[in-house]
Nanobody, 123 residues
């Protein structure tokens, strides 16, 4: 019902920057929170950053101060700018969103995930 399309991953050198983008489409009634999780090999998925409809943001301690999340409500999109990247930032990054979709019985809650985009920080 809600599809997320991510872009912006890739290979970057330590100290470099990249921007991840994610756009939601479908029978969206409203979007509450949007954000990014990541999962490195052999590790659990962890929250990187999130932003609510009220523009309240939350960052993992590991990226705080060198990452910025923002959203474009008109485009149902969320972005994550990451600077001063480190090898430990290497992971698959997943976009997610929560909100309500339009269904026959009326709006209902949803949670959707993107397919993931690989970020590799290496020289």
């Amino acid at each position: 019902q809600v599809q997320l399309v991510e872009s912006g991953g890739g290979l970057v050198q330590p100290g470099g920057s990249l921007r991840l983008s994610c756009a939601a489409s479908g029978s969206i009634f409203s979007i509450h929170a949007m954000g990014w999780y990541r999962q490195a090999p052999g590790k659990q998925r962890e929250l990187v950053a999130s932003i609510t409809s009220g523009i309240s943001t939350n960052y993992a301690d590991s990226v705080k101060g060198r990452s910025t999340i923002w959203r474009d409500n008109a485009k149902n999109a969320v972005y994550l700018q990451m600077n001063s990247l480190k090898p430990e930032d290497t992971a698959v990054y997943y976009c997610y969103t929560t909100g309500r979709v339009v269904v026959a019985g009326g709006p209902t809650d949803f949670v959707s995930w993107g397919q993931g985009t690989q970020v590799t920080v290496s020289s």
